[in-house]
């Protein structure tokens, strides 16, 4: 008896330990991990193109005296994998996702990063679908959660009023913002989405050109025509992209009878998690160090338009971006497959 109790023991200790082997730890879980056993970390961020880097020189900014860390390596890892073309001209989700997941394993491959800042909600809707996302076993953090966490306050405070979101046409057209905030409890009916194609490109060329503008008009003009006259408003930026244009968006509205709109930006945000007690001050200061890699050429025309932008945040940011590594063999979205 006493010897089959011992077997029987055993044979459920290692139950166990198999059950908890195959459980995929959260990213609550994998985020506390890293704070409590790592002082010197490799942060990446990563988006569709180069909107993502507000977030990158936010954090950057923000880490210098937290104390958080003793060193952050600070990685912008551009995803786009054509001058020519994006995730949004792709005719398919699942050719989005298997581009993406190849960056994604390029990412680690050659990082091997402590946490992902995904700062693109493209790329945000489309992580869980692939299969880097069900092996990954440090922290990735998506952008779309923060967006609407900052739409559902807004709206407690302002339970009157609808909201437009205005993102890429993959982001619009998988709704995961309208799909969250309905879960919270707010009617379809007050959530209005409205893609906007080729705005993110027109921005990287100039935030304030007569293109970016001309766009800006055009959707604002589009998505107004599903409110009703006098429905109070305000609206949310669901591309990284678009918060570089925040003050065109805004001279927009005024023009078409929404003066003083309240408008969401989540880039600054998304990093707020990574500043919290009991973290701050555990070092002096942190020393940051800023890199980024693109398997695409950034033109001149590119970099200065988003320098003085992001030279007011971070200027160690802005650097990086100037000096730019180009890597064609980044990461192969492999379109010579059979049928791409």
Request: glycine share 6%.
């Amino acid at each position: 008896m006493r010897r089959m109790i011992q077997v029987l023991t055993l044979f459920l200790l290692l139950l166990l330990s198999t059950i908890n082997c195959g459980h995929k730890k959260t990213n609550e879980q994998l985020v506390k991990e890293m704070f409590e056993n790592k002082n010197d970390v490799t942060i990446l961020v990563t988006d569709s193109g180069l909107g993502g880097l507000s977030v990158a020189a936010d954090v950057a900014s923000r880490l210098k005296d937290s104390g958080v860390f003793r060193n952050a390596k600070i990685v912008f890892f551009n995803a786009l994998f054509h001058n020519k073309s994006g995730y949004n001209s792709l005719d398919s989700e699942s050719e989005k996702v298997r581009i993406f997941d190849i960056a994604l394993k390029s990412m680690k491959k050659k990082y091997d990063p402590d946490l992902l800042l995904i700062a693109c909600n493209t790329l945000s809707v489309l992580y869980d679908k692939t299969d880097f996302s069900k092996k990954v076993d440090f922290p990735v953090i998506g952008i779309v959660k923060t967006g609407v966490d900052l739409m559902d306050e807004y709206f407690k405070s302002h339970p009157d009023h609808s909201v437009i979101i205005f993102a890429t046409k993959t982001t619009i057209g998988a709704e995961t913002h309208k799909k969250m905030l309905i879960k919270r409890g707010y009617a379809p009916e007050k959530i209005i989405g409205q893609a906007c194609h080729r705005l993110a490109g027109a921005i990287e060329r100039g935030t304030d050109s007569e293109e970016t503008k001309g766009y800006i008009e055009k959707y604002v003009k589009k998505a107004l025509t599903h409110v009703k006259a006098e429905t109070p408003l305000f609206a949310s930026l669901n591309c990284t992209h678009y918060g570089y244009a925040i003050d065109v968006f805004q001279e927009v509205f005024a023009e078409n009878d929404y003066p003083g709109i309240h408008i969401i930006d989540p880039n600054p945000r998304m990093s707020d998690f990574m500043f919290q007690k009991p973290y701050l001050h555990r070092n002096d200061s942190t020393k940051v160090t800023v890199e980024v890699v693109s398997r695409v050429k950034i033109s001149q025309k590119k970099k200065d338009s988003l320098d003085g932008l992001l030279r007011a945040v971070s200027p160690m940011t802005a650097d990086a971006l100037q000096s730019y590594t180009f890597d064609p063999d980044l990461f192969d979205p492999k379109f010579d497959l059979p049928g791409k």
